[in-house]
């Protein structure tokens, strides 16, 4: 275990350092505590947790830890208050082994790419309400994210061009995710079954493109960027609630044969861009289609 005590400074290496165990401080055992007055400078290094037992984490100090790394079994992760990562966020636990805040409300930002290999990030019980940001978010087919019931917002894009890409399982708790990155990205969000997004917010000023998708509740568009489907075909769209077009353009084009599928629409800037296909396309809206100030665009 590693302690920085008040006045204490840890330079960390640019390559890995291996945490295994935990010590007790009086108030609770930590694998890394970084207490206040103390100083850990991270030179863009690893931290592992691999030890056989729960590890915590707490950073009270001054300085974030670089790139994380989870490679354990029967045990979970606990960051003890609200954390910054500056680099990747890497996780490999056992199936139902979670890697979790202490407290409900507390926050997470990573800068870099989440990856959840294996395990759970986040609460397993429901209950996370704090704010958490990314760079991107991969979860693995052994991966689950059980997500905040606040919002995820996702800056960047992993180095496939995904902002998000889910092969496993993504536990919506009626929480949103936020695309808040301007250049062009890909959505892949089709996952194992029962991982629809919940709400989904993309502001973003380049393009994002979209895999066949369902969308429990609402999705709103806003910057100056198109949202698309990755194809002409075989990309269908299910938004349960209300698409809410704000700003940019939504759609294809005149040779989208993709089924829309819309609880409502409303349009207040931009531009509605339906699918065509010669009329094989198809916008079906089970509620109310309303335009009050943007343009909507058929073939």
């Not at 290496?13 to 207490?35: E, Y």
């Not at 079994?73 to 680099?87: A, K, L, Q, R, Y």
């Not at 930002?109 to 991107?136: K, Y």
Request: aromatic share 6%.
């Amino acid at each position: 275990s590693l302690t920085i005590n008040s006045g204490g400074t840890f330079l960390a290496p640019s390559g890995t350092t291996t945490i295994t165990s935990m010590t007790s401080t009086g108030s609770g055992d930590r694998s890394l505590n970084n207490k206040s007055g103390g100083t850990f400078t991270n030179n863009d290094g690893t931290v592992l947790f691999n030890g056989s037992s729960d590890q915590r984490i707490e950073m009270a100090g001054t300085g974030n830890v670089h790139n994380v790394t989870l490679n354990k079994s029967d045990n979970d992760f606990v960051w003890m208050s609200n954390s910054t990562f500056e680099g990747d966020f890497d996780i490999t636990l056992e199936t139902t082994h979670v890697a979790r805040p202490t407290g409900t409300a507390n926050t997470l930002t990573v800068t870099g790419d989440v990856i959840v290999r294996e395990g759970i990030l986040l609460r397993s019980q429901n209950d996370c309400t704090g704010a958490m940001s990314f760079g991107s978010l991969t979860i693995e087919s052994g991966g689950t994210y059980a997500a905040t019931s606040g919002t995820t917002t996702i800056t960047s894009e992993d180095s496939g061009g995904n902002a998000i890409d889910i092969d496993g399982t993504f536990t919506h708790n009626k929480g949103t995710v936020k695309i808040d990155h301007d250049t062009t990205t890909n959505l892949d969000i089709l996952g194992t079954s029962g991982t629809d997004l919940y709400n989904l917010i993309v502001d973003s000023d380049g393009t994002v493109n979209y895999n066949t998708t369902t969308i429990e509740n609402n999705l709103t568009k806003l910057g100056s960027g198109l949202m698309r489907p990755t194809g002409d075909t075989g990309r269908n769209l299910t938004i349960k609630g209300t698409l809410l077009l704000q700003a940019g353009s939504f759609g294809r084009g005149a040779n989208d044969t993709n089924t829309n599928t819309f609880g409502n629409i409303v349009v207040e800037g931009g531009t509605l861009i339906l699918t065509g296909g010669g009329g094989s396309g198809k916008t079906i809206v089970n509620g109310s289609f309303r335009n009050v100030g943007g343009t909507v665009t058929s073939h």
